[in-house]
């Protein structure tokens, strides 16, 4: 099964959802403001994807940090623990594919050559 984990108001989340329900691919939600993400998972995406794109540093959350927050965050570790308290600097959305790893964000593209291969 596709977990798609992210929130349900954010725009690319909206259109990744829709690109998936447009195909008819099952899928779960997880909305990771309601819901949180466990340390198991977020330690799961850092080791296959890396921290830095996980990291949203665009968004409003990032910018609303103070400077010595933004600055400490060198490595996996920092990263993950403000990822862990602000789940909004997750960037959006996060897919777990079943036997096909692990995406961020959302590239119609890539999307449809992971949905080929299902």
């Not at 725009?11 to 099952?26: C, F, M, P, Q, S």
Request: overall charge positive.
């Amino acid at each position: 099964m596709i977990t798609l984990y992210g929130i349900p108001n954010c725009d690319t989340v909206k259109k990744a959802r829709g690109w998936l329900n447009e195909r008819g691919i099952a899928h779960q939600f997880h909305d990771f403001k309601k819901q949180g993400v466990s340390d198991v998972t977020l330690d799961r995406w850092i080791t296959a994807v890396g921290w830095e794109p996980l990291l949203n540093r665009k968004g409003t959350t990032w910018r609303g940090l103070d400077d010595a927050s933004r600055a400490a965050v060198t490595d996996a570790s920092a990263a993950r623990d403000l990822m862990q308290r602000h789940t909004s600097l997750i960037k959006r959305p996060v897919v777990e594919w079943a036997e096909q790893g692990i995406s961020v964000g959302f590239s119609a593209d890539e999307w449809s050559e992971r949905a080929s291969k299902r």
